[in-house]
């Protein structure tokens, strides 16, 4: 299907791009690889696509006395190959196929919101920070929280994502991403991304990321609460495991009755529990 008629912009500064976004039926284009699909299908008609490609700022990862900072273009491919989290490379790799993967990027898979993407699901796991630029403002937000349903998130229309903030991995820190595939679309039909962190034999952090399972990618922080102070025995697993569909509304459709869904998604979190417990005990 051919996309309906839109004026194309190639700012090259943050401030231009949002000068472009305050423009009714503006929107940001990242890597392309949702947005686009939409556009053909005709379920989004912007009258203005603003090309984020040429902005210095929104690219790049730094690394400084707050933790790591990823810039909202950075592509799939190079988070598979480099982040510094393994579940961040495992739930990249994870993501599409090859072309998804060198074009699609973290920040059009966050302000997107799919409720079946990969990355949300690390990020969440991460207790990641979401940087957010508007005009005349900057603001700095929780992930947990910030995905309010599909394709909805906290972000305003006039705002951008410019980056996200990572904790640096510390020592005695583990994580992993497990995902169950739709044969079809590759989409996940339950993921779970999983960090852990282990000082003398006990839990001192953790987060769960689950995607694909609700209305949005959401943290089960009952589920992960439940395993800190603990040995990250299999009993704690299976402790938390019961927390992690709470409050819920686990999705039932053509893929998957709500309760396969649930029960995959139980078993990625183990998997993913188990794997991120491995690598925190090195
Ligand atoms: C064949 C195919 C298979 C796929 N499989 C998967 C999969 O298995 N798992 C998965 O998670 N995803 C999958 N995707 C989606 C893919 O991960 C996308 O790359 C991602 O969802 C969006 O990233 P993007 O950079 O392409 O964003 P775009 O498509 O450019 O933009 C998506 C949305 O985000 C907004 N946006 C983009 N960047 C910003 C920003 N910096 N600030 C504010 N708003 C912004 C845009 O306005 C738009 O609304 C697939 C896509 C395709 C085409």
Redesign the pocket.
């Known amino acids: 299907m051919i996309p309906a008629a839109f004026r194309y912009e190639r700012p090259a500064t943050i401030d231009e791009a949002l000068a472009l976004l305050a423009q009714p039926e503006a929107?940001?284009?990242?890597?392309?690889?949702?947005?686009?699909?939409?556009l053909r299908l005709r379920m989004?008609e912007?009258e203005l696509l603003?090309d984020?490609q040429d902005i210095a700022d929104?690219q790049g990862v730094r690394h400084d006395a707050n933790g790591i900072w990823v810039g909202?273009?950075v592509?799939?491919a190079e988070l598979a190959q480099s982040a510094p989290w393994r579940v961040l490379r495992e739930?990249a790799e994870?993501?599409?196929?090859r072309?998804?993967?060198r074009?699609?990027?973290?920040?059009?898979?966050?302000?997107?919101?799919?409720p079946?993407?990969?990355?949300?699901a690390a990020l969440l796991a991460l207790h990641a920070v979401v940087e957010?630029v508007g005009p005349g403002r900057r603001r700095e937000l929780p992930i947990d929280g910030f995905f309010l349903g599909p394709?909805t998130t906290e972000?305003a229309p006039e705002?951008?994502?410019?980056g996200l903030r990572l904790p640096q991995p510390k020592p005695g820190a583990g994580s992993s991403y497990r995902?169950l595939?739709q044969k079809a679309?590759?989409?996940?039909v339950a993921?779970v991304g999983a960090m852990v962190r282990m000082e003398s034999g006990r839990c001192v952090e953790a987060g769960i990321g689950v995607?694909g399972v609700g209305l949005a990618p959401y943290a089960a922080a009952a589920a992960s609460g439940r395993l800190l102070g603990s040995g990250l025995e299999t009993t704690d697993f299976e402790a938390a495991l019961e927390l992690l569909l709470d409050g819920v509304d686990v999705q039932d459709d053509g893929y998957a009755s709500a309760d396969y869904r649930g029960r995959m998604c139980r078993l990625c979190a183990l998997e993913a529990l188990e794997s991120a417990k491995a690598e925190a005990l090195g």
């Open positions: 929107k940001a284009l990242a890597g392309g690889q949702s947005l686009l699909p939409l989004a912007p603003v984020l929104l909202a273009l592509r799939h739930a994870a993501t599409g196929d072309q998804v993967r074009l699609g990027t973290i920040g059009g898979a966050t302000a997107h919101a799919d079946a993407g990969d990355l949300p957010v394709l972000l705002e951008l994502l410019a995902k595939r679309s590759g989409f996940a993921g995607t």
